[in-house]
């Protein structure tokens, strides 16, 4: 998992496709239309919104993609869990690329993601976003940046 400033990016990516990537993601903005925009088989961009919530119900991890999670406009906070703090509740889906999963111990860490900065979950990472920031539910608009894991190996 990374947590760090958009502009920090150059830092974790060093692959060529990611200028293309990080070049499209800057035609993203409060207007963009939620849904998926896919022009590359390597890497698409998932632009949604949602009200933030006191409880959610979403533990996933993917094997395939590489989550870089990045909101314009809201707060949120994620927990993040280790392999031994939940019990697999929905097995692995190809298609989707996710697995989900039902807590059972606390989280190991939660971030709170704000504009300007992104959270990067790898494979490994079982993340649990929806949360509101200190108990205050509010609209957010945030893009997903499903990027597919051979450029991070």
Known sequence: MIVDKIENWKIYFKAPIFEEIFSEFKKFNLNTPNGVYKNNNDFYFKVMSYETKLESTII?????????????????????YD????????????????QFYKKINNPITEINLEPGYMAVFFPDDIHHPQ?????????LKKIVIKINEKFFT
Do not use: P, T
């Not at 996933?60 to 993040?80: F, T, Y």
């Not at 031994?84 to 692995?92: G, H, L, T």
């Not at 949360?131 to 509010?138: L, P, Q, R, S």
């Open 131 to 139: 949360f509101a920031v200190n108990n205050k539910i509010e609209k």
């Open 60 to 80: 996933e991890s993917h094997r395939r993609e590489v989550d870089v999670q990045i909101l314009l406009s809201g707060k949120e906070n994620m927990k993040i």
């Open 83 to 98: 392999s031994k703090d939940f019990q697999i509740s929905q097995v692995y889906d190809e298609e989707s690329d996710c």
